[in-house]
């Protein structure tokens, strides 16, 4: 399941859950050794309140783009699950499918292309994402419990753990610029705008030390 992919981001300093209704985006310049050693779950759905989703006032413009364009893909697979669900349970799971195209007056090869480059990346990403579990896994187990030997320091996150955290921004970066190249810089533009109005205003960083 593609919400999987959240607890991996706790461990790539991405992450990406669902607080009284609010999406929280927590990014770092490096990867947070401590992570290693937590077990804490989010919500597996956390965008379980849509199509509807709040705005937060205090918006950061220095959340990157690939952080920005990872909660959608993931939302995006999110919806396409939940209206698969529906139908199978015979309701009609149109206005899942259709957030996108509705809130951003896509037009219908607009939504079956950013349909299809999310569909694409999210295969990529999951493949990383199994990666990272595996390494994770690994050093959690010289860890018993999770807990740190008295007065030893976290570990420094292994070389081959940002190197996935590297490709995986560069996959994300490369679909939006799929995207661009596939609506032309105009309808992108428009695009944008909606992201930055009604995506973006959901996602905020929280710094680290002020979170304690």
Known sequence: MSHKRVLLRILLAILVVAISGSIVAQVSN?????SFLTNQKPNDSPQANLPDLPVQNDISPEIPLEVVYDHIFSHIDFLNNKADEEQRNNRD????????????????RQA???????HQINQQLKR????VEIIVKRVRSAYPNGRLPQGQKPPLP????????????NLILQAVNQIKIEFGDAEFARFTEYVN??????????NP????
Do not use: V
């Open 30 to 34: 490096q990867i947070n050794p401590a």
């Open 93 to 108: 799971g149109k206005i899942l499918r259709n957030y996108y195209k509705d809130g951003a007056k896509l037009d219908e």
């Open 112 to 118: 079956r292309t950013l349909d299809s480059i999310a």
């Open 128 to 131: 990383i994402d199994q990666q």
């Open 158 to 169: 292994p070389q081959e753990l940002i190197d996935l955290d590297t490709e995986k921004k």
């Open 197 to 206: 109005q009604r995506i973006r205003p959901t996602i905020k960083i929280i």
């Open 209 to 212: 030390k002020k979170s304690k």
